[in-house]
């Protein structure tokens, strides 16, 4: 099993980045995949998750309106489109799997209910 993040890196306020997440060694359209969140010192966050049924998405109120998560399950990956970047989205940003949510429109941003993860990619914003 394995989850690997891409497309992190420095960006300007305002600016935008897309992350991918690319999933193989397990049947990927099973499963849900949420974008979590790390800052320095902080504990890691839920940032939006799409369910593994339907596609339905959510996201946490701090990037509602800016990023938009979106799956391609021929490719076995999940994006982050990341818009009007601010310095507080500065983070380490992963990816992770979720089993249990199988056949549901639902997925929760509760990271403990996710069972494989990504290393993670940096994202900077900083002028």
């Known amino acids: 099993v394995q989850l690997v993040e891409s497309g992190g890196g420095l960006v300007q306020p305002g600016g935008s980045l897309r992350l991918s997440c690319a999933a193989s060694?397990?049947?990927?359209?099973?499963?849900?995949i949420g974008w979590f969140r790390q800052a320095p010192g902080m504990e890691r966050e839920g940032v939006s998750c799409?369910?593994?049924?339907?596609?339905?998405?959510y996201y946490a109120d701090s990037v509602k309106g800016r990023f938009t998560i979106s799956r391609d399950n021929a490719k076995n990956t999940v994006y982050l489109q990341m818009n009007g970047l601010k310095p507080e989205d500065t983070a380490v940003y992963y990816c992770?799997?979720?089993?249990?949510?199988?056949?549901?429109?639902?997925?929760?941003?509760?990271?403990?209910?996710?069972?494989?993860w990504g290393h993670g990619t940096q994202v900077t914003v900083s002028s």
């Open positions: 799409i369910s593994s049924s339907l596609g339905s998405t």
């Open positions: 992770a799997a979720d089993y249990a949510t199988f056949g549901s429109s639902w997925c929760p941003l509760n990271l403990y209910e996710y069972d494989y």
């Open positions: 060694g397990f049947t990927f359209d099973y499963y849900a």
